[in-house]
């Protein structure tokens, strides 16, 4: 399997840093795109890192990922998560690793971010560790991946 990982990032994650600080924390999407290419490097891992702010376009990243032959998507995909049937049936037609990430912990805030429409296609969900999330995510990623590799 290959050792791609796509990084997709959902709306107004481009704002982050400015944003509900005290919710999503000071560093800006760069910063979190800065961190996840340091380690990525350590892990062996190349990535592909991009933020949409509409649905569709978010979508088609997820596409890309699949005519990519990526071995993994880790997603954030925001508000998407609560709303989004497209996001769930594409992320659906991709056969490699999902790990859903979310810099809050959803679960401790309204109602209406409980429920997920990815976590049922994810293989894995981290929630409420900020940025680290996602470099706990591309460890996790990294493990599956060489898991699965033919050597
Ligand atoms: C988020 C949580 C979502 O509920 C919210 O809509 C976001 C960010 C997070 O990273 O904590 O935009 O996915």
Redesign the pocket.
Known sequence: MSNLVYILN????NLLGTREPE??GALTLADIERRCRETAVGLGLAVEFRQKNGEGELVEDIHDAIAARAGGIVI????Y??TSVAVHDALRAFDGIVIE????N?HA?EAF?HKSLVSPVADGVI?GLGADGYELALRAMAWRLIEHMDV
């Not at 954030?76 to 508000?79: I, K, Q, R, S, V």
């Not at 990430?101 to 809050?104: A, D, E, M, P, R």
């Open positions: 959902g709306p107004n994650l919710t999503y954030n995909p925001a508000a998560t609560h990430v979310h810099l809050s959803v805030r971010r929630a």
